[in-house]
Nanobody, 119 residues
């Protein structure tokens, strides 16, 4: 059974930092690029970051320069380091496993972790 379990969310003041983790189990980690998405209340889910098996990352313009994605292929875990947080970063953050051989195919999703940034 595949599981993606996010953790690390919480309440932080604007300008602060948080690190999210997503632990994967039950899947062949090397076959997946790992993504972070977020969904704010009343808004559609949006892409945040993607990190390949090799460690190369892409980011949404809204988080570029503030967020850093990384992965530990031994621990089957991905991370999202979030710095200089803004109130508009408030959302539920999800990790998603994207099949390498089929880009855009998000086979598995985590349950999400809430991030709240106060002004």
């Amino acid at each position: 059974q595949v599981q993606l379990v996010e953790s690390g969310g919480g309440l932080v003041q604007a300008g602060g930092s948080l690190t999210l983790s997503c632990a994967a189990s039950g899947l062949t980690f090397s076959r997946y690029g790992m993504n972070w998405f977020r969904q704010a209340p009343g808004k559609e889910r949006e892409f945040v970051a993607r990190i390949s098996w090799a460690g190369s990352a892409d980011y949404a313009d809204s988080v570029k320069g503030r967020f850093t994605a990384s992965r530990d292929n031994v621990k089957n875990t991905v991370y999202l380091q979030m710095n200089s947080l803004k109130p508009e970063d408030t959302a539920v953050y999800y990790c998603a496993a994207e099949r390498i051989i089929r880009p855009g195919s998000y086979d598995y999703w985590g349950q999400g972790t809430q991030v709240t940034v106060s002004s």
